[in-house]
């Protein structure tokens, strides 16, 4: 029977071709838009987790505890082993050490006395390494305004509003007034390469980026960083995997009676961005049920529409007298059929286009007016495990039952009537 109605369905492409197609685009549809949606609310996870968080954050659990004081002297120390303990028992990220900092930008005049000074939030990452992929993470190429990244040590990035509040140029020396892990006072000189921006008020009002080498230098930090931030290979934040690798590194490494011990955190378990990740998973749940909703009405009724076309078909085979059930039977196997035809050939589709999105990207850098810190300069699908049966749940499903509701008009219909229709 199966057999004997797939031929019929490839042999009469008046009864295939057009419900087939019509389940393939709504399927590719659903599929593409389910992952564009989990990408495209991922962006504003990935922002947070690029320049604060990381998807996973190593510190010590006296740092954890005042981490929003940034406190040095609460710093990991023998950063080195660790990173290296880290790479080989964490493979399934990159880890990265970093130090923040705050302190005071000294602008000096021809003479060496002080032309301007301001108040500024610095960041010390691993800039110089060729194989380091800090100034790539953070888009600082893309968000250059002036001058140009550090290339050599001693050299400072400057947010593109601090340098114009303190008249400064790619090229000038500036002085940074800080204190040391230790709590004395410290002074390094740099030369400003470039400008950046950033996107956000309060870090365009007085921020600066410089290679982690200078900063422990400058801060007595030899060998030390205030944190280490891990980043999955794959680009994407998993929680459910960052809070695995967390408990599997605090179970191993870290000791609850040590201050100075590391512990691991993830994302999620930073600040309140533990709510928003549920928040984020929450809208992006909603946003692809409501289209899923929609998309499956319009298949149901392609379904129904598909039936009901077939009403003079269905005359005739009552009329030489095929049963009834066996007539609505035989609609439900082809639409089966087309529909998980089509399901297959959605999905398929969808992944493409949903690949490469997720791949290349959508570049909206001409919106972001030079920032691309703080915003994304493209906007990337995301594929997940769901993404490969998600576009059965319309294609399939809501083909059928609109086959079956058209078919119960088949009951409802009397032989001695058929005559007249097929005279008409």
């Known amino acids: 029977m199966i057999k004997f109605l797939l031929k019929g369905l490839i042999r009469d492409k008046s009864r295939s071709r057009l419900p087939f197609l019509v389940v393939t685009i709504g399927v590719a549809l659903t599929v593409l838009v389910h992952a564009y949606i989990v ?19 190593v510190m010590t659990r006296a740092y954890e505890q005042e981490m929003n004081q940034v406190p040095n002297d609460l710093a990991l120390t023998e950063t080195d082993s660790l ?23 000294d602008v000096p005049d021809e003479n060496g006395e002080t032309r301007s000074q301001g108040p500024a939030m610095g960041l010390g990452i691993d800039l110089i390494n060729p194989g380091s992929a800090e100034a790539k ?7 250059a305004v002036r001058g140009k990244l550090p290339s050599e040590y001693g050299e400072i990035l400057l947010s593109e509003n601090f340098s114009l509040k303190l008249g400064v140029n790619p090229g000038d020396k500036v002085t940074l007034i800080s204190s040391t892990m230790d709590g004395s006072m410290a002074f390094y000189n740099f030369i400003v390469s470039g400008t950046v921006a ?16 200078d900063i422990r230098t400058a801060l007595n930090m030899e060998d030390a960083a205030g944190e280490i931030t891990g980043f ?12 695995a690798e967390a408990d599997r590194f605090n179970a191993t490494f870290s000791d609850n009676s040590d201050d100075f011990s590391p512990l691991m955190v993830s994302l999620s ?39 009901l076309r077939r009403y003079g078909e269905v005359g005739i085979r009552l ?36 690949y490469l999105i997720q791949k290349y990207g959508i570049n909206i850098s001409g919106m972001m007016q030079g920032s691309a810190i ?29 086959t079956m509701l058209a078919g119960i008009g088949i009951y409802k219909r009397q032989t001695a009537k058929l005559f007249k229709e097929l005279e008409a």
């Not at 880290?86 to 705050?102: H, V």
């Not at 950033?198 to 080498?213: C, K, P, Q, T, V």
């Not at 680009?235 to 809070?243: R, V």
């Open 83 to 105: 990173l290296s303990l880290l790479s080989k028992q964490f493979p399934s990220a990159e880890w990265s050490p970093r130090i923040r900092f705050g302190g005071l930008i």
């Open 198 to 213: 950033f996107g956000l008020e309060s870090l365009d009002r007085g921020m600066i980026i410089a290679d982690i080498s």
């Open 374 to 402: 703080m915003l994304p300069t493209d906007i990337r699908a995301k594929i997940q495990p769901v993404d490969f049966y998600i576009g059965f749940i319309p294609g399939l499903f809501s083909t059928v039952i609109g």
């Open 232 to 243: 999955f290979k794959n680009g994407f934040y998993d929680n459910d995997e960052a809070i």
């Open 39 to 57: 990408g495209f609310m991922g962006d504003i996870i990935e922002i947070n987790a690029r320049f604060s968080t990381g998807h996973m954050k």
């Open 319 to 354: 009329a030489i007298g095929e049963e009834k059930g066996h007539v609505y039977r035989t609609m439900i196997y082809e639409s089966l059929m087309i529909g998980f035809a089509g399901s297959v050939a959605g999905t398929l589709f969808g992944l493409f286009f949903a």
């Open 269 to 307: 378990s930073q600040g309140s961005l533990g709510t928003y990740v549920n928040m984020v998973e929450l809208w992006t749940l909603m946003i692809s049920s409501i289209f899923i909703f929609a998309m499956s009405l319009v298949l149901w009724n392609a379904g129904i529409l598909g039936g």
């Open 137 to 143: 993470r953070l888009n600082l190429e893309k968000s």
